[in-house]
């Protein structure tokens, strides 16, 4: 699949993902330079790209869907995706005889349908639109849920489901987002009914992008299935999978987006949830010393965490984080090579705190608080000592170990 949590995965895991009785193993040096090189490996080329899509092609007989890819084991299509935003702009790229044009419009739709939906970390967003496309006549929320049930296994809350009508009328993104996808509202809202947009409709009379549309929710259900059903919890969110800042704002229901503004930890009192973004290994050399938070964790169990800079004991948001009332989930990347996404690591509950100071950019030192927290499930030991463990930084001039 070239994607990059696979290979860490099977990396940590070691011998118990091969089956039989074979074994492998590595020396802790071996370990990190190779999760330095998937690090570094960059499997956005053309070429790569190319090279898996025409060998698909020869081997279907026919111009492959992106599902293909998944259902042969081929190379991830999220690659494509982030290569070139739509799969059609990738086609016509590669391929230029794979299919008619799609005009910007349809590819922009495209686009804001292959970001919210193809990772498949939510099901609600195509559920709804399971319903809406088939028909004409108004939807109402208790038959979203019931199809939720019946489908997918599982009646949705109300909150997830008001949560996914908001991004799909195009009220989640920034305005900026909103104008890359052209500023498309797929529903039309009354009350407890909803119903496709006269936009939305007008789109769905193509029968180049109502193909690739579907392609794209089967791309998401796809990853649903296989990812992010077993072990969902009530936001929606699996332990140890892994998300960005925009994932986790839009499984808790926030309003808008607050990616652009979510440094660290942000409290949002009226879901009553907390959000902590952590990078464990930090580029102390190139960053601000304000922003060289000092988190680590004690044990599997145990996180010790810096708030942010010019914070005391009685802050607004330190007595909110202290607050029981006031869930706190823990996200952790091992560094910055990994990207914008980090492994859920479930619920953490506060424990203590001490004041303390740390060092400033303008010079001096200001106020913060140190605070311990207990994770509700203790980390499983090959992440924990994945995370843990200094990222290896590659030098050509070392022979392999």
Same mark, same amino acid.
């Given at each position: 699949?070239?994607?990059?949590?696979?290979?860490?995965?099977? @990396?940590?895991?070691?011998?118990?993902?091969?089956?039989?009785?074979?074994?492998?193993?590595?020396?802790?040096?071996?370990?990190?330079?190779?999760?330095?090189?998937?690090?570094?490996?960059?499997?956005?080329?053309?070429? @790569?790209?190319?090279?898996?899509?025409?060998?698909?092609?020869?081997?279907?007989?026919?111009?492959?869907?992106?599902?293909?890819?998944?259902?042969?084991?081929?190379?991830?299509?999220?690659?494509?995706?982030?290569?070139?935003?739509?799969?059609?702009?990738?086609?016509?790229?590669?391929?230029?005889?794979?299919?008619?044009?799609?005009?910007?419009?349809?590819?922009?739709?495209?686009?804001?349908?292959?970001?919210?939906?193809?990772?498949?970390?939510?099901? &609600?967003?195509?559920?709804?639109?399971?319903?809406?496309?088939?028909?004409?006549?108004?939807?109402?929320?208790?038959?979203?849920? &019931?199809?939720?049930?019946?489908?997918?296994?599982?009646?949705?809350?109300?909150?997830?489901? &008001?949560?996914?009508?908001?991004?799909?009328?195009?009220?989640?993104?920034?305005?900026?987002?909103?104008?890359?996808?052209?500023?498309?509202?797929?529903?039309?809202?009354?009350?407890?009914?909803?119903?496709?947009?006269?936009?939305?409709?007008?789109?769905?009379?193509?029968?180049?992008?109502?193909?690739?549309?579907?392609?794209?929710?089967?791309?998401?259900?796809?990853?649903?299935?296989?990812?992010?059903?077993?072990?969902?919890?009530?936001? /929606?969110?699996?332990?140890?999978?892994?998300?960005?800042?925009?994932?986790?704002?839009?499984?808790?229901?926030?309003?808008?987006?607050?990616?652009?503004?979510?440094?660290?930890? &942000?409290?949002?009192?009226?879901?009553?949830?907390?959000?902590?973004?952590?990078?464990?290994?930090?580029?102390?050399?190139?960053?601000?010393?304000?922003?060289?938070?000092?988190?680590?964790?004690?044990?599997?169990?145990?996180?010790?965490?810096?708030?942010?800079?010019?914070?005391?004991?009685?802050?607004? /948001?330190?007595?909110?984080?202290?607050?029981?009332?006031?869930?706190?989930? @823990?996200?952790?990347?091992?560094?910055?090579?990994?990207?914008?996404?980090?492994?859920?690591?479930?619920?953490?509950?506060?424990?203590?705190?001490?004041?303390?100071?740390?060092?400033?950019?303008?010079?001096?030192?200001?106020?913060?608080?140190?605070?311990?927290?207990?994770?509700?499930?203790?980390?499983?030991?090959?992440?924990?000592?994945?995370?843990?463990?200094?990222?290896?930084?590659? /030098?050509?001039?070392?022979?392999?170990?």
């Amino acid at each position: 699949s070239y994607r990059k949590d696979t290979l860490r995965k099977l @990396l940590r895991r070691g011998s118990t993902a091969i089956a039989g009785p074979s074994t492998i193993s590595f020396d802790p040096i071996a370990r990190q330079r190779i999760f330095a090189a998937i690090d570094s490996a960059s499997f956005k080329k053309r070429t @790569l790209l190319k090279e898996a899509y025409d060998s698909l092609k020869r081997r279907v007989g026919r111009v492959p869907k992106m599902v293909d890819f998944l259902a042969l084991g081929a190379m991830s299509p999220l690659h494509f995706l982030s290569y070139a935003q739509t799969y059609p702009h990738f086609k016509a790229i590669v391929d230029p005889d794979s299919g008619p044009p799609l005009g910007e419009e349809y590819q922009r739709s495209l686009s804001f349908f292959s970001v919210v939906v193809a990772r498949g970390i939510r099901i &609600q967003e195509i559920a709804i639109l399971e319903r809406v496309m088939v028909t004409t006549d108004p939807v109402s929320l208790e038959d979203i849920a &019931q199809h939720c049930k019946k489908a997918y296994g599982f009646v949705p809350s109300q909150r997830s489901v &008001q949560s996914a009508l908001n991004i799909l009328d195009n009220g989640f993104f920034k305005r900026a987002m909103r104008s890359k996808f052209s500023n498309i509202s797929y529903l039309h809202r009354d009350g407890t009914m909803i119903r496709s947009s006269d936009e939305f409709r007008h789109l769905l009379e193509d029968p180049h992008y109502r193909e690739e549309l579907a392609d794209v929710l089967n791309v998401g259900r796809y990853h649903y299935r296989s990812e992010f059903y077993e072990g969902r919890d009530e936001d /929606d969110l699996v332990l140890y999978q892994k998300y960005s800042r925009r994932d986790a704002c839009m499984l808790l229901g926030w309003e808008n987006s607050c990616e652009g503004t979510m440094y660290g930890y &942000q409290v949002n009192r009226t879901l009553k949830v907390c959000p902590i973004f952590v990078t464990y290994h930090k580029d102390s050399e190139r960053i601000e010393p304000q922003n060289d938070y000092r988190d680590r964790f004690l044990t599997p169990s145990q996180l010790i965490w810096e708030s942010k800079p010019k914070r005391r004991m009685t802050s607004k /948001d330190i007595v909110s984080i202290r607050d029981s009332s006031i869930r706190k989930l @823990l996200f952790v990347k091992k560094s910055d090579a990994e990207g914008d996404q980090h492994y859920y690591l479930g619920e953490i509950v506060f424990e203590k705190n001490a004041p303390s100071t740390k060092e400033y950019k303008k010079g001096g030192r200001v106020p913060i608080v140190m605070m311990r927290f207990s994770l509700s499930a203790p980390l499983p030991e090959d992440l924990y000592h994945y995370l843990i463990e200094e990222p290896e930084v590659l /030098d050509e001039t070392i022979e392999p170990a």
